[in-house]
């Protein structure tokens, strides 16, 4: 199990950044740490993304002196709450894990929030961590008291997939391989491994027995059985009124194929969700109004209407039918293995949904499944008016902007790149903008909290260097704030990325809350700001950018400087680099999104 290079670990531009001042090199494993590090070359994993730390310098030294920092190659953040979050980006445009390594209880506890966010939203990451040494004789004063806990992966065992602190070079060869494996099976999340010190630095008193690890790790598609695909075919093509509600599905675009013809062969509309990412044409003429991270009226109006409904793992489908107000009347299959992770501690489960037949099996695999039943009994196709998504004309260049000016203007300056937005913001709306293409848009940062945004979209870009499309991050002021950090990692290793900032100065979905409450009290509304407005000093954004290496732009206060901000920032981009621009926007939400985020009583957010 020699370490090897992939074509992903190489790019040019990342790797050489940060090359070795005295090559070395050796031909077998020395100590434990040399067998982990061998193991994720082993694995195929191009990067693994981390804060430094004493507790893991073992694996550290053998990353950079064993394997000569080449695969994977490390990927250095200011946060460990960043690292988690670059492998989340990763995963959510790959599907694939990458590797994140935090130093013992400490940098996991940095860590938790971006772990839950993997969590909630299903992505895969094998997390390294460190701790010890295990034995209290070995440990060095203060220092490696504190950084070590009885039972570290308890930390994050309620939000993670599976975790384990292998006692042995050989044990920790096996935790690697199977948290890999693990991460990997649907339905995914992150996993964790604990690594002692005393393992990682102890000398190999012989060396382990090679293996192939591909053999350990054999694939799993967990696709549906042929009787519970035939009633589901039964009861969708019977249907006059069939409605799929597209949830969690890859990112592949023969997938994405599929499930345009699986509409097609049923004549059914199908409902999107800001919250996964672009899975369906959203001007295709079977797409019912546009996506939102809640209920519409044009989503409650289609489930109250339908006689049949196809749930293909969508998110929280109990609470989308509670907004309706009733038990859909709706025949309902739902296609979902995401009970498998379902525990007593997060309750990111949702509502306990109906369903007349449950398919618990992978979602593009029944897909599949169901396009090959169908057959012949695929319904005819009818002539649709074309569902057209045009251009608008651009705002007045003077003047404030809203949340739909800015999101305009940004689509009049990218003209007809092919972009991904890595992230957007809560103000954010369906109708902005076109999804055509399953990376054109990769979804939400899964946890619902404030400040994935930055590292999750960094992490995207790394994973879509290459492609041809450029990354463009949507965050909040809030959300860039709390983890702007990521944009010295994008910088540093060449990861050409555009983060524009929708600056409202306000964490301006509380002041909603706060006014509600006031109403609610008959209390006065005008002190809702209170508490909320992030000026005072207004923040200066760009050179918070600027302070990294980045280029940054604005404040732009107006359609016009904001255009003119954005085509410079643009063409940093495409020379390889970082660009951020500040968008100053009114506080407030479009009618369509505020009369949904009611509905939902979201929770914080910029």
């Not at 935090?102 to 992505?123: E, K, P, Q, Y």
């Not at 384990?164 to 693990?182: F, K, L, N, T």
């Not at 959203?282 to 289609?302: E, M």
């Not at 109990?318 to 009733?326: D, P, Y």
Request: proline share 7%.
């Amino acid at each position: 199990m020699a370490p090897k290079s992939s074509p992903a670990a190489k790019d040019p531009d990342v790797h050489k950044v940060e090359r070795l001042s005295i090559p070395y090199s050796t031909n077998a494993a020395a100590f434990g740490s040399d067998v982990v590090a061998e193991t994720l070359s082993a694995l195929d994993i191009p990067y693994i993304a981390l804060n430094p730390g004493a507790s893991y310098r073992g694996l550290h030294d053998s990353i950079v002196n064993f394997l000569g920092n080449e695969q994977p190659q490390m990927i250095l953040c200011l946060h460990e709450e960043a690292a988690v979050a670059i492998a989340h980006g990763y995963a959510k445009v790959t599907g694939r894990a990458m590797a994140a390594a935090v130093h013992s209880n400490v940098g996991l506890f940095h860590a938790t929030m971006a772990i839950f966010n993997a969590w909630c939203d299903r992505m895969p990451i094998l997390i390294l961590g460190a701790t010890g040494p295990v034995d209290a004789m070995k440990r060095r004063p203060w220092i490696d008291w504190i950084h070590t806990a009885a039972d570290q992966g308890a930390i994050i065992r309620n939000f993670s997939k599976w975790d384990d602190q292998p006692a042995s070079a050989g044990a920790a060869r096996e935790s690697v391989i199977r948290a890999y494996w693990m991460a990997n099976t649907a339905p995914c999340g992150p996993t964790y491994i604990n690594l002692d010190a005393e393992v990682q630095e102890g000398k190999l008193a012989a060396p382990l027995p090679a293996i192939d690890v591909k053999r350990f790790m054999p694939p799993v598609v967990q696709g549906p059985s042929a009787d519970l695909v035939k009633k589901a075919v039964d009861i969708m093509t019977a249907a006059k009124r069939p409605l799929i509600l597209m949830g969690r599905v890859s990112r592949d675009e023969a997938d994405w194929n599929r499930r345009v013809q699986l509409a097609e062969a049923l004549d059914a509309r199908v409902a999107t969700n800001l919250k996964i990412g672009a899975v369906f044409p959203t001007d295709h003429p079977l797409h019912i109004g546009f996506p939102a991270t809640f209920a519409t009226d044009d989503l409650i109006a289609a489930v109250k209407d339908a006689d049949a409904i196809l749930s293909l793992d969508w998110v929280d489908l109990g609470g989308t039918f509670k907004a309706i107000g009733s038990v859909p009347s709706a025949t309902i299959v739902q296609v979902s293995l995401d009970q498998n992770l379902h525990n007593g501690w997060s309750m990111d489960y949702e509502a306990l949904p109906p369903a007349d037949l449950f398919i618990p099996a992978e979602t593009d695999a029944t897909i599949a499944a169901l396009l090959e039943a169908i057959g012949s009994k695929a319904k005819p196709k009818k002539p649709h008016l074309v569902r057209e998504h045009p251009l608008k004309p651009k705002p007045s260049p003077t003047g404030d902007m809203a949340a739909a000016d800015m999101a305009n203007v940004l689509r009049h300056a990218v003209g007809d790149r092919k972009v991904s937005l890595t992230h957007v913001s809560l103000s954010w709306h369906g109708e902005f903008w076109p999804f055509r293409h399953p990376l054109d848009y990769i979804g939400s940062d899964g946890g619902g909290g404030v400040g994935g945004g930055p590292g999750i979209s960094v992490g995207a870009a790394l994973a879509l260097k290459g492609t041809g499309r450029m990354p463009i991050a949507v965050c909040g002021d809030g959300d860039f704030m709390m983890g702007c950090t990521a944009v010295w990692t994008a910088v540093h290793y060449r990861i050409p990325l555009l983060v524009l900032v929708a600056n409202n100065r306000s964490f301006y979905n509380d002041e909603v809350h706060q006014e509600r409450v006031a109403v609610a009290r008959n209390r006065p509304v005008d002190n809702k700001w209170i508490g909320q407005r992030i000026s005072d000093p207004d923040i200066d954004i760009a050179t918070v950018a600027k302070g990294q290496g980045a280029s940054g732009f604005g404040p732009c206060r107006n359609a016009g400087e904001l255009e003119k901000a954005l085509n410079e920032a643009i063409k940093v981009v495409e020379g390889g680099g970082v660009a951020v621009v500040d968008a100053r926007i009114l506080g407030g939400y479009s009618p369509a999104t505020a009369a949904a985020m009611s509905r939902g009583k979201a929770d914080r957010g910029s």
